[in-house]
T-cell receptor, first 115, second 116 residues
Framework: DAGVIQSPRHEVTEMGQEVTLRCKPISGHNSLFWYRQTMMRGLELLIYFNNNVPIDDSGMPEDRFSAKMPNASFSTLKIQPSEPRDSAVYFC?????????????FGEGSRLTVL | AQSVSQHNHHVILSEAASLELGCNYSYGGTVNLFWYVQYPGQHLQLLLKYFSGDPLVKGIKGFEAEFIKSKFSFNLRKPSVQWSDTAEYFCAVISMFSGGYNKLIFGAGTRLAVHP
């Protein structure tokens, strides 16, 4: 079975541009998470979806960040406008249906550099 | 608020040395505990997990961890490390309080460098 698939793997953009990161969770998983990893802050949970519905978006830094999950097999994280401090690796993770146990399956990550 | 503390941010060992990485958490109720590993340039992968039962759990690649409830600890161990164990290790905890959404909390991570 394929793992969590993220695209793009690397993105370099200029400040002010819109960035869209994509994620396809593992088939059959109904929980999806977006994390951001930086040297300074480590792993931060940005948003959590369950059955395509955002459950916890308290980690979304500010209004420039938005996330959607239009169906069970696809999610996007958008940054508009992007800023240099948004440079990080963004991970998508999914977990199985049923009780949320904390066992996550991570994608390869999208490394974002904002110049 | 719940928190996870990893005592060492950087650990440097020689091959064949023994490893112990500390992890303490703050939540007092029922918890699920995890160690995730991130090899250089890769994504996080589950190394081992504890849900219930035997507090000594064994994971992949010869790693094990011991859950000590009285100490709120879940330390990771390996008797003899290899160069390929060079990675960052994250302890993570989730409370199993029923009736609501519970967040998986990650520690800050420990970077392990193993020298040949």
């Amino acid at each position: 079975d394929a793992g969590v698939i993220q695209s793009p793997r690397h993105e370099v953009t200029e400040m002010g541009q819109e960035v869209t990161l994509r994620c396809k969770p593992i088939s059959g998983h109904n929980s999806l998470f977006w994390y951001r990893q930086t040297m300074m802050r480590g792993l931060e949970l940005l948003i959590y979806f369950n059955n395509n519905v955002p459950i916890d978006d308290s980690g979304m830094p500010e209004d420039r960040f938005s996330a959607k999950m239009p169906n069970a097999s696809f999610s996007t994280l958008k940054i508009q406008p992007s800023e240099p401090r948004d440079s990080a690796v963004y991970f998508c993770a999914s977990s199985r249906t049923g009780e949320y146990t904390g066992e996550l399956f991570f994608g390869e990550g999208s490394r974002l550099t904002v110049l | 608020a719940q928190s996870v503390s990893q005592h060492n941010h950087h650990v440097i060992l020689s091959e064949a040395a023994s490893l112990e990485l500390g992890c303490n958490y703050s939540y007092g109720g029922t918890v699920n505990l995890f160690w995730y590993v991130q090899y250089p340039g890769q994504h996080l992968q589950l190394l081992l997990k504890y849900f219930s039962g035997d507090p000594l759990v064994k994971g992949i690649k010869g790693f094990e961890a011991e859950f000590i409830k009285s100490k709120f600890s879940f330390n990771l161990r390996k008797p003899s490390v290899q160069w390929s164990d060079t990675a960052e290790y994250f302890c993570a905890v989730i409370s199993m309080f029923s009736g609501g959404y519970n967040k998986l909390i990650f520690g800050a991570g420990t970077r392990l460098a193993v020298h040949p």
